[in-house]
């Protein structure tokens, strides 16, 4: 057990009142969200303010944290306490992600497939949908959302499936050189990641306008436009949240927090990345090429 | 002994052995494990009196045939917020303050890993049933189409849609947060020596049940959300008209739900591990073959969950393999009813409260799972699906189990957690009084089923009368436990005597080892563990 | 063995079950079953007095062959389709194995606690393992699951074939009513169709405080409070009857406890399932699936009647709806299975 090595201490905080300020936060949030869609005068700003107490609250706890960071009170046992979180709460997003995509590959092997009548929908096509014939992308039987046109794999996708796996190439060799030492490489390689975040959510964006404004592809185009909109928005909300906590951690690095061998906030946010990646890969696969 | 366990404490705090002064900071800034896991069981106890309240109101109306109290569409509210209140309120808290609890006590460990977000994991919980009860309150109520929320029904409630899946959406944040803590305890702050094979029981269960809950909440979350989606942004993932499919939700639904029900089932299998050979006074029949099955009930629960959907129009090789699969889990769960009773056997066995409860749950429990795996039958199911004896079943695996397990707990670690007893004689009372109720309540349940009641219905035909009568006298019974046990644990809080370090006489296990009660911290250094100390220290046994 | 050949699968056409006695006489493929458990289980003492209780309860039930739950009622009912009388045996195979499993098991747990406790002088033994127990009972456990899984599948197999039926009836549900559809009838389309919910009679007396008897609610001596309609769906005995189910709002189910199956009404999908009624009777069943606040008020009253008499129902009703089916053009051939 990793107990040993100089503070055989387990470092416990005292009480903290972040986690309170995180409960208003959420539950502020949450509120207000509800209250915005059921068009409620005062669940926007509700929402807003609820989003700003919870990134004071991050602000201030995670300040905490690296204060204690800074103070040695953490030995490798609380390290690795620090890891498996990130670790798990990853795996949990997975999850998340997971759900969406057997969303979309139930809709594709399955229920569209039956609509139009194959296997098991033989006669849910032959009594209700007879002229609907299986095919993807698909807004359904109903033609939800009238018709629309689709985004091409080859032309922004393939750009930002390279922008993000360049960005994986730049934050390892980040990480390289902070191991070594090399502060400059480190900021620039660093920096380098966070632009390359941005542009990808930029193209994202122009993306985004292109479907609404001119190929008439919206969250309402039958389970096509559902499924696109929905593991794309979530990627694009998490490839926001990564950037973010890339910028941060830029800061950090700035101010000298991490040493060569002490470095978990890094390391946290270059496995998010690497996750945020991957999941793109998924995309890239299954939601535009196939 | 064992004072080295409690006693020192490290150079850079000066507070240690103090409890924080002040309301605030003792409960809402905490980070202690022992005051979470407190709240934890505060909550889960408020929540049981809320859910149990509403199905006192539901069968007051199912008392006699013809609508005497409510409305049907009421009905329906009270049917599904009561599922959610008792599952997401009620038992999973409680049992996370006991993991929070004991765990800690269990492996030599200071605290959980992460003791501050073990806090927000516990404060966003109130929050979120604020947001789920306020919708009672609501223009329209609150949700009413079954705490399965099945679409399309589901979507045709009115403003409570988007307050309920906010509500689940921090339940499922909390819960995650809750089991990431509980996996990093019980993986990375086991005292020397506490090796994964030497764990009490009750931890092994926490470990794999956490592993499920980081599993399946996303997927709800997921799943909650497109309903969202469907419902205010135009999506179509649950609407064949779009290219959806509203059995699409259930799949996904059920690939959560199923492994939920584990999520209910195996920590209770913990802490009857634990109780059994304690009151026994022998060790654990086949300790290692326990922590196998409860893998294996694991695993089984991913690749069963359409045995919820067996009518709803699936393929027939889709019937057959989620039959057979569901089928398995009897095997791994017989293992473990077998070795408790394995357990018992050449034991020298007393009945305290906590054995009783123990007891009870094994008899019950079993007799829900039996009725689980009649269920698993698919051409059976085709009668039995959606009516009472659905409910009987999962109320029995729910209620005599899951439910009797926390009791049993609670009655069995309270001298731990407070150094005082409470009374034999009332506990024996509560167990008895509920034994008679909850099978009056429940087992004619089965009988309506098989009649042909339909459940989720707020009025029946008058053959359905008689049975009827019988649950909801069951049920009236019921209602008065919760305050029979709050007497029983306040008047011991008061006027208990007092507790001694081992409590009972065939405990083991580091619990045991501290003094009752706990002091407010414990094992700040990772204690040196002496077999003895072990419940299940020497694999020779 | 093939799945087909287990005894209860059912292998008997629709022509002969029209032909044969519904209650207590021919032996019927239940009967088989019930033989086979019976020399099984007649090994023993215990076994003996078991399947003469089993015996007892089958031959009781089978005959009361009602057409309304009955008060007090304990079990399962054996129903009028070969369906249901495979979802009673595959229940009571469960059900039988289950509670002698539970004798053993509680059985040895009473032992235990009265046996060994520490006020009798008890004194706990060590161990805790015993590898050949341990095996023991994971794989017998094993072959009695795989014993009740094998009939079951070869149930399956049969009830998913809804090919070959003499009549197909579209059944849609809506919030809180069913409608029927009789699409075609040995081949032809009928165009004859309606609605059918809740009676009156049930409807006035279910309001909330309405004050009125549920007891009061009858057809002759039937109470059928909350379980008649308005207009029934009539259907003819000894055919094989497809349905294609849908619905038109939320889901629903479609259930008659008598028939053996229920099936979910998915809106903008449909689901198919097949009955062959043996006896003609009045079947009564209720929506099975949560579809909002009348849920519990849409039941469901099939009337099935023998072949003469429903051609004859037929007819009278294409008479009256003989302007609608003019226009209706003959449907093409479904496709089947
Ligand atoms: C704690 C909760 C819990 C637990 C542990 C279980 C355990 C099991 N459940 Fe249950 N179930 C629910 C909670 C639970 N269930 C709920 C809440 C629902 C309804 C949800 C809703 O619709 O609202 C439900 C519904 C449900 C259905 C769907 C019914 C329907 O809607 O038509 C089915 C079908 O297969 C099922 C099966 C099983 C089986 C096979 C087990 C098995 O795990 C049981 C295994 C145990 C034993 C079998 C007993 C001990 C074993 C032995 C002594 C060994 C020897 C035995 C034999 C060989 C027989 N359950
Ligand atoms: C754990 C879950 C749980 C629990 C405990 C209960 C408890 C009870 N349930 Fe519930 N029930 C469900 C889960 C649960 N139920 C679910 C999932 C459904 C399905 C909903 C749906 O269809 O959508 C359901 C549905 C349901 C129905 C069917 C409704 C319908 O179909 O229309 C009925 C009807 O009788 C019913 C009755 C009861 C009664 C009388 C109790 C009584 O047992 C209540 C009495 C118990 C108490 C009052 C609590 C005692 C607690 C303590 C003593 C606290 C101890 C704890 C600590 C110290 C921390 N329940
Ligand atoms: Cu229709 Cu329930
Ligand atoms: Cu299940």
């Known amino acids: ?290 | 002994m064992a004072t080295h366990a409690a006693g020192h404490h490290a150079d850079h705090h000066d507070d240690h052995d103090h409890k924080p002064q002040g309301f605030w900071n003792r409960w809402v800034f905490t980070t202690n494990h022992k005051d979470i896991g407190t709240l934890y069981l505060v909550f889960a106890f408020i929540m049981f009196c809320i859910g149990g309240a509403m199905s006192g109101v539901i069968r007051a109306e199912l008392m006699k045939p013809g609508l005497q109290l409510v409305e049907p569409y009421f009905f329906n509210q009270m049917t599904t917020v009561h599922a959610l209140v008792m599952i997401f309120g009620g038992v999973m808290p409680a049992f996370v303050g006991l993991g929070n609890w004991m765990i800690p006590l269990q492996i030599g460990a200071p605290d959980m890993a992460l003791p501050r977000m073990n806090n927000w994991s516990f404060w966003i919980m109130p929050f979120a049933f604020t947001v789920l009860l306020c919708t009672l309150f609501l223009p329209g109520g609150a949700p009413a189409g079954g705490w399965t929320l099945y679409p399309p029904l589901s979507l045709q409630g009115g403003s409570s849609v988007a307050f309920a899946i906010f509500a689940i959406h921090m339940m499922g944040i909390s819960s995650i947060m809750g089991a990431i803590n509980i996996i990093a305890t019980i993986l990375n702050m086991r005292a020397p020596g506490m090796d994964l094979l030497k764990m009490p029981l009750f931890v092994w269960t926490w470990l794999i049940t956490a592993f499920l809950l980081i599993a399946v909440m996303p997927v709800l979350a997921g799943a909650v959300t497109m309903l969202l989606t469907d419902k205010f942004f135009h999506t179509s993932f649950f609407d064949a008209a779009g290219g959806g499919d509203p059995v699409m939700f259930q799949h996904i639904f059920w690939f959560f739900g199923h492994p939920e029900v584990y999520i209910m089932i195996l920590p209770a299998f913990g802490v009857v591990s634990e109780i059994i050979p304690t009151f026994a006074r022998k060790p654990l029949f086949g300790y290692q073959a326990m922590v196998y099955a409860t893998a294996s009930i694991a695993f089984l629960s991913f690749i069963v969950w359409a045995h919820h959907m067996f009518v709803v129009g699936m393929p027939l090789g889709g019937e057959l393999f989620f039959m057979y699969a569901t089928m398995m889990i009897a095997v791994p769960t017989g293992v473990k009813v077998f070795n408790w009773v394995s357990t018992m056997w050449k034991g020298s066995m007393t009945f305290e409260t906590p054995m009783l409860w123990a007891i009870g749950f094994v008899i019950l429990f079993t007799i829900g799972g039996f009725s689980g795996l009649m269920l698993a039958i698919v051409p059976a199911d085709f009668q039995y699906h959606d009516t009472y004896f659905v409910v009987a079943h999962f109320h029995y695996v729910l209620v005599t189990g899951a439910l009797f397990s926390i009791i049993a707990a609670v009655y069995y670690w309270w001298p731990k957690w407070t150094g005082k007893m409470y009374s034999e004689k009332w506990g024996k009372f509560h167990f008895w009084w509920t034994i008679v109720f909850v099978n009056l309540l429940f087992f004619p349940q089965h009988f309506l089923g098989l009649a042909g009641m339909p459940r989720r219905i707020p009025d029946y035909n008058v053959a359905f009368a008689d049975w009827n009568m019988v649950s909801s006298i069951g049920a009236f019974g019921m209602l008065c436990t919760p305050v029979f046990m709050f007497l029983i644990l306040w008047h011991s809080k008061k006027h208990g005597a007092t507790a001694t370090q081992q409590v009972w006489e065939g405990a083991h296990g580091l619990e045991w080892t501290v003094p009752s009660p706990a002091p407010h911290h414990t094992f700040t250094e990772p204690p040196l563990i002496r077999a003895q100390d072990l419940a299940h220290g020497d694999p020779t046994h | 063995m093939a799945f087909g050949a287990w005894p209860d699968a059912g292998s008997t056409g629709p022509q002969t079950v029209a032909s044969r006695p519904v209650c207590g006489g021919g032996p019927n493929d239940w009967d088989g079953f019930r033989v086979m458990a019976m020399k099984s289980l007649a090994t023993t003492r215990t076994g003996r007095a078991v399947s003469a209780a089993l015996l007892t309860l089958a031959v009781n039930i089978s005959c009361a062959a009602s057409t309304l739950p009955a008060r007090w009622q304990l079990n399962m009912t054996p129903g009028v389709t070969q369906t249901a009388r495979n979802a009673y045996t595959a229940h009571m195979i469960v059900l039988w194995v289950c509670v002698i499993i539970g004798i053993i098991v509680f059985g040895a747990m009473a032992y235990a606690m009265f046996k060994f406790r520490k006020s009798k002088g008890a004194v706990a033994a060590q161990w805790s393992h015993n590898t050949k127990a341990e095996v023991i009972w994971t794989v017998i456990p094993i072959l009695i699951l795989v014993a009740c899984a094998w009939p079951a599948t070869g149930m399956l197999i049969k009830q998913a074939d809804t090919s070959n039926a003499t009549l197909t009836i579209k059944v849609t549900g809506y919030q809180w009513k069913w409608r029927y559809e009789y699409l075609d009838y040995e081949g032809k389309p009928t165009g004859v169709g309606f609605m059918s919910k809740l009676d009156s009679e049930s409807d006035k007396t279910r309001q909330l405080k309405s004050g009125l008897d549920p007891h009061a609610v009858k057809v002759g001596n039937d109470a059928t409070y909350l379980l008649n309609v308005d207009k029934p769906l009539v259907l003819p005995t000894g055919a094989k009857i497809r349905f294609v189910i849908t619905s038109d709002d939320v889901i629903h189910s479609w259930w008659v406890p008598a028939l053996g199956w229920k099936v979910d009404a998915n809106p903008n999908i449909i689901n198919d399932a097949w009955t062959l009624i043996e006896q003609p009777g009045t079947y009564r069943g209720q929506c099975a699936e949560l579809c909002g606040q009348d849920h519990g008020f849409m039941p469901i009253v099939v009337e099935a009647k023998p072949k003469a008499e429903f051609d004859q129902w037929l007819a009278a009703q294409q008479a009256a709806a003989a302007p609608a089916a003019a226009t209706a053009a003959p449907a093409p051939a479904a496709p089947q299975g």
């Not at chain 1, 993807?136 to 930002?160: D, E, H, K, M, R």
């Not at chain 1, 975040?197 to 193209?203: A, K, M, S, T, V």
């Not at chain 1, 909300?237 to 690095?253: A, E, K, N, S, Y």
């Open chain 1, 1 to 290: 057990m990793a107990a040993a090595e100089g503070k055989h201490i387990y470092y416990v905080p005292h009480g903290s009142k972040w986690p309170a300020v995180g409960t208003i936060g959420l539950f502020t949030t949450m509120i207000g969200a509800a209250n915005w869609l059921n068009e409620v005068s005062w669940g926007k700003p509700a929402f807003f303010v609820g989003v700003a107490i919870l990134l004071f609250m991050m602000w201030g706890w995670f300040g905490d944290v690296i204060r204690e960071s800074i103070k040695g009170f953490y030995n490798a046992q609380v390290d690795t306490s620090f890891r498996m979180g990130m670790m798990w709460f990853i795996f949990s997003e997975i999850m998340f992600f997971a759900a969406f995509f057997g969303a979309l590959f139930y809709a594709r092997m399955y229920s569209v497939p039956w609509l139009g009548g194959e296997g098991h929908g033989a006669l849910t096509n032959f009594y209700l949908h007879p002229e609907y014939a299986a095919a993807w992308p698909t807004n359904g039987p109903g033609a939800l959302g009238g018709s629309f046109q689709t985004i091409p794999a080859w032309g922004v996708p393939l750009l930002n499936t390279l922008i993000l796996l360049t960005s994986g190439v730049t934050i390892t060799i980040a990480h390289h050189a902070l191991r070594a030492g090399h502060r400059l490489q480190l900021l620039v390689f660093l920096g380098l990641t966070v632009a390359l975040g941005g542009l990808f959510l930029f193209f994202q964006a122009e993306e985004y306008i292109e479907a609404y404004k001119h190929l008439n592809l919206t969250l309402g185009s039958g389970v096509y436009g559902s499924t696109f909109f929905m593991l794309t928005g979530f990627h694009g909300l998490h490839v926001t949240l990564g950037t973010i906590m890339l910028l941060v951690i830029w800061f950090r690095c700035l101010k000298g927090h991490f040493t060569k061998d002490n470095h978990f906030g890094f390391e946290a946010v270059a496995w998010y990345w690497h996750f945020v990646d991957v999941v793109w890969l998924g995309l890239f696969m299954f939601v535009y090429v196939l």
